[in-house]
């Protein structure tokens, strides 16, 4: 397992925003796909966004095209999820995953980070 840390996680309003983190340890993060995956309370995990190794290409959910951005910084061994305009629908608790692959995979990842909680309510 890679070390992986999420933070930025809280309670915001709707309309609000929130910038998520990954951080990797001891290893570096440009060798891996990033991906931001959530779970709400009784549903199954579902795919955010990801992010090619080197930055230039992303995916997203439709649900959050145009509110979320999902970007990475490699110097800094950070992954970043900025998330904008949100909505109730978006609480979850959200992971940051790793995938050693040149390709954008909505599925099969296999590092994950801890989880950090989002919740949004007025």
């Known amino acids: 397992q890679l070390p992986l840390v999420e933070s930025g996680g809280g309670l915001v309003k709707p309309g609000g925003s929130l910038r998520l983190s990954c951080a990797a340890s001891g290893f570096p993060l440009d060798a891996y796909a990033v991906a931001w995956f959530r779970q709400a309370p009784g549903k199954e995990r579902e795919f955010v966004a990801a992010?090619?190794?080197?930055?230039?290409?992303?995916l997203y959910t439709d649900s959050v095209k145009g509110r979320f951005t999902i970007s990475r910084d490699n110097a800094k061994n950070t992954g970043y999820l900025q998330m904008n305009s949100l909505k109730p629908d978006d609480s979850a608790v959200y992971y940051c995953?790793?995938?050693?692959?040149?390709?954008?995979?909505?599925?099969?990842?296999?590092?994950w980070g801890q989880g950090t909680q989002v919740t949004v309510s007025s």
């Open positions: 995953a790793l995938r050693a692959t040149r390709l954008l995979l909505r599925s099969g990842y296999d590092y």
């Open positions: 992010i090619t190794w080197s930055g230039t290409t992303t």
